[in-house]
């Protein structure tokens, strides 16, 4: 299972709010809540945070056994 509970400390780390995201870089809050739950998203959602938040995928993600 893929959680994303790295990216949140990311975004505190970076200063970048949810809101921020929604408001100023056209993030969808709909991709925001599937990350919240957990849910899938696509690659693509996981290349703009990164280029956002200037970080690595592995901080935002992290693959845990069930």
Do not use: P
Not at 10 to 26: F, N, P, V
Not at 47 to 60: G, P, T, Y
Request: proline share 0%.
């Amino acid at each position: 299972m893929i959680v994303y509970d790295r990216l949140w400390v990311t975004m505190k780390d970076r200063g970048i709010s949810q809101y921020k995201l929604i408001k100023e870089y056209g993030f969808s809050s709909g991709q925001l809540d599937r990350l919240r739950k957990n849910e899938n998203v696509s690659t693509y959602t996981l290349s703009q945070l990164c280029r956002i938040l200037h970080c690595k995928l592995e901080d935002i993600a992290a693959y845990i056994d069930d």
